[in-house]
């Protein structure tokens, strides 16, 4: 069974920089799976913030179109998101997953953003 572990999150100023590490274990390779980062605010649903395919074309939601870039290394397992001029209303808890439909059953705990001053 895959095991996915996020991290990188924190407290972040508005105007910041992060970048989310989401790695998959569990005798599974992810290089054939296109691959997203999702987000969930408080009181709301869980949305897609990116994907990227086995061969690296990228998609992005409208509002983080710009400022986030979404990344692989199929030899390390690893999922990246590169979060810059990060807004408050980036504040979310962020996962990773296979894309909308294809996701594993079991989510990682995610990663914790905040974004304030």
């Known amino acids: 069974q895959v095991q996915l572990v996020e991290s990188g999150g924190g407290l972040v100023q508005p105007g910041g920089s992060l970048r989310l590490s989401c790695v998959a274990s569990g005798s599974i390779f992810i290089s054939g799976y296109s691959m997203a980062w999702y987000r969930q605010a408080p009181g709301k649903r869980r949305e897609l913030v990116a994907t990227?395919?086995?061969?690296?074309?990228?998609n992005y939601d409208d509002s983080v179109k710009g400022r986030f870039t979404i990344s692989r290394d199929n030899a390390k397992n690893t999922v990246y998101l590169q979060m810059n001029s990060l807004k408050p209303e980036d504040t979310a808890v962020y996962y990773c997953?296979?894309?909308?439909?294809?996701?594993?059953?079991?989510w990682g705990q995610g990663t914790q953003v905040t974004v304030s001053s």
């Open positions: 997953n296979r894309v909308p439909g294809l996701e594993f059953q079991s």
């Open positions: 990227i395919t086995g061969r690296g074309t990228t």
